[in-house]
């Protein structure tokens, strides 16, 4: 094996380096207006990425967590509503409903693309009522990139008179069939969290919806509440803005995003074929596309994982474990309730997945060095 050919687990740098006199140009424009809270280049951005999903409104905002927020406060959620959502997620899809004082219930996810299983959503639909709860909503989480199941939930959905959010953090940029993110459900929020597939340089996220109501009332929201301007409060909102600098930055890396989506695919087609047969590697659903927002792989069962990252770390190659706790199990979510089976998938697959270096500037040799690495390393435990 050749030296470490030193490799970053999301490279943030490459893509500044491309981007770096746009960026600097961009940053000065907002320093000489001055604008910093709803700038011009808020309205911008929004008309941008709502042109990129086919989305009729994307309204920008503080966070991916303030995003998940906003729709759920936009649906006027009661105290005690449940809302059902995977376990195997990043903990803010569960958050949202519990900080809005629902009750996020928890559901399994599907063995080959991560993402909610329907037939588990239908099992939890029925258990929630029998217990004598209020179901309300579902969050699908389009996990590590690959849009949820929108066929089969939003069927399930509609039937149950249950609205549909699509929690599209790390999925920005992947299409379902012939319709892209943003567009697949009622409310869509999003994430541009730096290491997201689409991020800025500090926190900040989006909604998207064709529903003109949902819009003003979202935009009211997330300033505190607004009536005719911010002095007229007629509801309690929240302090949500985007901050215009951040705006700045994400038009010019929105510019070069379908470019670094297509060089995602390439690098996770390439691990595909060099990793099949030494782990179980993700699978995308047809007619669907991901963005890789992470590599994910299943270690063969027995496997040592902790040894395994040991090994790659010594040789320079970093990994990361999503999700390690799934969130029926993690301490601050041990009251609200799951479906009754013990989640079996979701917690086989928090003790066996590693995700590998992923970013659209993972170079050919990198991406030997990373797969040799996993190899001896499995190769030391048989
Ligand atoms: C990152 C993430 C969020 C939260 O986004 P922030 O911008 O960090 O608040 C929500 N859901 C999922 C699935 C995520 O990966």
């Given amino acids: 094996m050749s030296s470490n050919p030193n490799i970053a687990f999301i490279d943030l740098k490459a ?6 006199p746009l960026l600097d140009k961009a940053l000065t424009r907002v320093l000489d207006h001055g604008q910093y809270i709803m700038g011009p280049e808020i309205g911008e951005l929004e008309e941008k990425l709502a ?18 927020i906003l729709c759920l406060m936009a649906k006027g959620l009661e105290p005690g509503d449940v809302v059902f959502v995977p376990t195997f997620t990043f903990v803010a899809t569960a958050e949202a409903p519990a900080l809005v004082g629902a ?26 009522r029998k217990m004598g709860l209020t179901p309300k909503g579902v969050i699908a989480v389009d996990l590590f990139g690959q849009p949820a199941e929108y066929n089969e939930i939003s069927t399930i959905a509609e039937q149950e008179d249950l609205f549909l959010i699509g929690d599209a953090a790390q999925s920005l940029g992947a299409s379902y069939g012939n319709r892209k993110v943003g567009s697949l459900c009622e409310l869509t929020p999003t994430s541009f969290f730096p290491a997201k597939p689409l991020g800025c340089y500090g926190d900040g996220g989006a909604v998207f919806t064709d529903d003109d109501d949902l819009a003003d009332l979202m935009r009211s929201l997330l300033v505190h509440g607004k009536g005719t301007d911010k002095y007229d409060n007629v509801r309690i909102g929240l302090n949500a ?21 297509d060089a995602r695919d390439k690098v996770a087609a390439r ?24 590599y994910t792989v299943k270690l063969p069962k027995g496997v040592d994982r ?31 309730p799951k479906i009754s089976n013990g989640l079996p998938v979701s917690e086989d697959l928090s003790a066996r997945v590693i995700s590998l270096p992923m970013h659209p500037y993972l170079e050919t040799n990198q991406q030997d060095y990373i797969v040799s690495a996993l190899k001896s390393a499995l190769k030391d435990q048989q």
Avoid at 15 to 20: A, G, L, N, P, S
Avoid at 52 to 64: D, L, Q, V, Y
Avoid at 244 to 258: D, S
């Fill in 241 to 261: 803005r985007f901050d215009t600098i951040q705006a700045a930055v994400m038009i010019e890396k929105l510019a070069i995003f379908p470019s670094e989506v």
């Fill in 51 to 68: 042109a990129f999903t086919g989305a009729k409104h994307c309204i920008a905002c503080s966070s991916g967590t303030d995003s998940i």
């Fill in 271 to 294: 691990y595909g074929e060099l990793l099949s047969g030494m782990a179980g590697v993700p699978v995308v659903a047809e007619g669907s596309t991901s963005v890789w927002a992470q």
């Fill in 306 to 336: 902790d040894s395994v990252q040991a090994a790659l770390s010594a040789k320079g190659v970093p990994s990361a474990i999503y999700y390690p706790i799934p969130l029926h199990a993690q301490t601050g979510y041990l009251s609200y």
């Fill in 103 to 128: 009750v996020p219930f928890f559901v399994d996810v599907l063995p080959d693309t991560f993402n909610m299983d329907p037939a588990s959503l239908k099992d939890a639909i029925v258990e929630a």
């Fill in 15 to 20: 893509q500044q380096e491309r981007i770096r």
